[in-house]
């Protein structure tokens, strides 16, 4: 998975958007104890360390949080817990829907599920698990660090109905390499944005404007935010793999990010309208990997990655019948209402789901299934 020396060498000397590298130094060097001011968490991912990385929106902040759940661990046999929202409603002493489920990371040292909770007051907070049970994880105080988003969204941005857009200055965010990768919106004129920011935090951050044809729209478009977005290769090169609302698949090499700069973004499928991706990773199966996505209104897409890499004819034109797709083909899994997806371990992915009884489960499903 690695690059060759040589093309490390050439894009550290050549290309600041992916400029630096992750090195021995200890990173939680400049974190602080005490309260980090958290007032949302729109998205969260893990780095190394039992270091959790959350999306503020509120904030425009990007949070670096020591779990100190560091310890290796392993997946357990078989997790199956149910009424995951009935579990949380009582350990909040609340109802079910006074809560939302915003976000869920797994650990990959210690295999806890971690959870980002929301309630109608906008209190935010996370949970991880504990067996079959929840238990809550300490925000204030707590050993961190932050940085601010520059030229993000402002507070008072309002979409076409009115609404606030500021939710949207953080929609995904992953840890690669040394970096922290944030899709969302900004206050610029071309508003999708996609930035790179080294990790520990400095002053440095670095993000480019992106462009995408959304053949379900029959545009291009420049406003709307990335939803779910994986660092994945391709071709042996790094690239963005990226889903928007109604639901175009969008491929970027990374080294096509420049800071301050327009990217445009190659759309491999339109994978149907009226839905929205919620999240997406990759896993492996008898030594080949695949993509999975989760989504409001379709079933769990299995996506060949090799057929993305052979995939040339990228689309520029309008796919009109409602509920079409076009482009790169997928799978329709048997599971559906997945609203969370990770990688647990080499064998195991995790979802959260609602079954069809209405109950919302947590399960573990081996890769051999999928």
Not at 22 to 30: C, M, N, R
């Amino acid at each position: 998975m690695k690059k060759s020396l040589l093309l490390l060498l050439s894009l550290f000397f050549t290309v600041p958007f992916l400029s630096f590298a992750h090195t021995d130094k200890d990173l939680k060097a400049g974190f602080q104890t005490g309260d980090p001011g958290i007032r949302s968490i729109n998205a969260m991912a893990f780095g190394p360390e039992g270091i959790l990385f959350l999306g503020d929106s509120k904030n425009a902040e990007i949070i670096a949080i020591d779990t100190k759940d560091s310890q290796a661990g392993k997946a357990a046999e078989q997790i199956n817990i149910q009424h995951v929202d009935k579990q949380i409603a009582a350990l909040l002493g609340t109802t079910t829907d006074d809560i939302l489920i915003q976000d869920m990371a797994v650990n990959p040292v210690s295999k806890s599920i971690y959870l980002a909770i929301h309630t109608k007051d906008g209190q935010p907070m996370i949970l991880k698990t504990n067996g079959k049970d929840f238990e809550p994880v300490a925000l204030n105080p707590v050993s961190h660090s932050k940085i601010g988003l520059n030229k993000a969204i402002t507070a008072d941005a309002k979409d076409r109905r009115g609404r606030s857009m500021r939710q949207w200055a953080i929609s995904d965010l992953a840890f690669y390499e040394g970096k922290v990768m944030v899709s969302g919106l900004s206050s610029e004129e071309f508003a999708s944005t996609f930035r790179s920011i080294p990790f520990p935090f400095n002053d440095k951050q670095m993000h480019a404007s992106l462009e995408i044809y959304h053949a379900a729209h029959g545009q291009y478009e420049t406003h709307a935010p990335i939803k779910t977005f994986m660092p994945f290769k391709l071709n042996g090169q790094d690239h963005l793999i990226a889903s928007y609302t109604c639901t175009p698949l969008v491929v970027v090499p990374l080294q096509d990010f420049k800071p301050g700069k327009h990217t445009k973004g190659k759309t491999v499928a339109e994978l149907g309208n009226r839905n929205t991706p919620l999240d997406i990773i990759s896993y492996e199966k008898e030594g080949k990997s695949y993509i999975l996505m989760a989504n409001s209104s379709r079933a769990l897409m299995k996506i060949d990655p090799a057929k993305i890499e052979q995939f040339e004819d990228y689309l520029t034109e309008p796919v009109e019948e409602s509920s079409a797709t076009a482009g790169v083909s997928f799978i329709n899994l048997p599971y559906v209402n997945v609203l969370q997806l990770d990688k647990l371990d080499d064998q195991s992915v995790v979802m959260l789901q609602r079954m069809s009884n209405g109950d919302l489960n947590l399960h573990a499903t081996g890769t051999r299934r999928l």
